[in-house]
């Protein structure tokens, strides 16, 4: 049991979720890797949500709500440290959460998906063979016909460089959550959050809930206002700050 007051509770919390996901069966080894190089530059961000990730969920907020068909993308590391997050997204939202993993396993994406709706999930879809998307040639390509396939956002933290590319190319929009803002992940996505998402995700639901009330011009001009690659730039120049 971490002690509350221990100065890295939530960064040695947070290790506890994934390597318990690993002992469900829901996360990878590789998974805990990548956990780690992300811890690494929350590090570096001062283990805070700063302005310009908050832009992005602003800006994340407003196109979700303005997509005809979003969709919630779940690999192994977010249902270990998320799974409740998820849930209210997904009820916000009314929209599906689809299962797709980097390691391929059908039994893992069952698990996964027993998880998820243990945790209260109402639509949790797996991938399906019979349908895939353009221009990627790993497992990831593989997705539902009632989510991703048709889906026009695509919402998918914690996401692997290559399908977030793809999915741009098949036209949709993705809205990344990534804590290095060099990754390809973050370079490609349409909007990208530079933060943890333990932190991310609840700021990104009060804002959703916030912005329901909104009007559809008033939304638009929340993603007009918003430049992506501007605002990568300046969740660098935080980090370089912060290592001077």
């Known amino acids: 049991m971490i002690p509350k007051s221990h100065p890295r509770y939530e960064s040695l919390r947070t290790r506890d979720l994934i390597v318990e996901g690993i002992k469900k069966g829901?996360?990878?080894?590789?998974?805990?890797?990548?956990?780690?190089?992300?811890?690494?530059?929350?590090?570096l961000l001062g283990e805070k949500t700063t302005d310009f990730a908050k832009k992005s969920i602003e800006a994340a907020s407003a196109l979700l709500l303005l997509a005809k068909y979003p969709v919630i993308s779940v690999n192994g590391n977010v249902a270990a440290l998320v799974p409740k997050e998820l849930i209210q997204l997904s009820n916000l939202l009314s929209c599906p959460l689809e299962v797709n993993i980097f390691n391929t396993s059908k039994n893992r994406e069952i698990k996964i998906k027993n998880y998820l709706l243990k945790y209260g999930a109402k639509n949790v879809l797996l991938p399906d063979k019979k349908y895939k998307i353009k221009f990627l040639k790993s497992n990831r390509k593989y997705v539902n016909p009632n989510g991703i396939f048709k889906a026009d956002v695509v919402f998918v933290p914690l996401e692997d460089g290559n399908r977030t590319g793809a999915l741009?190319?098949?036209?949709?929009?993705?809205?990344?959550?990534?804590?290095?803002?060099?990754?390809?992940?973050?370079?490609k996505a349409t909007i990208t959050i530079v933060d943890n998402i333990t932190r991310a995700m609840s700021l990104l639901i009060k804002t959703i809930a916030k912005y329901k009330k909104y009007n559809k011009s008033k939304l638009k001009k929340i993603i007009i206002n918003y430049n992506n690659k501007s605002n990568l730039k300046n969740s660098l120049k935080y980090i370089l700050q912060n290592l001077s």
Request: proline share 3%; charged share 20%; hydrophobic share 35%.
């Open 168 to 187: 741009i190319k098949n036209g949709k929009k993705v809205i990344a959550i990534d804590l290095n803002p060099l990754s390809r992940t973050a370079q």
């Open 26 to 43: 829901i996360t990878s080894t590789h998974g805990l890797i990548a956990h780690g190089r992300g811890e690494a530059f929350d590090y």
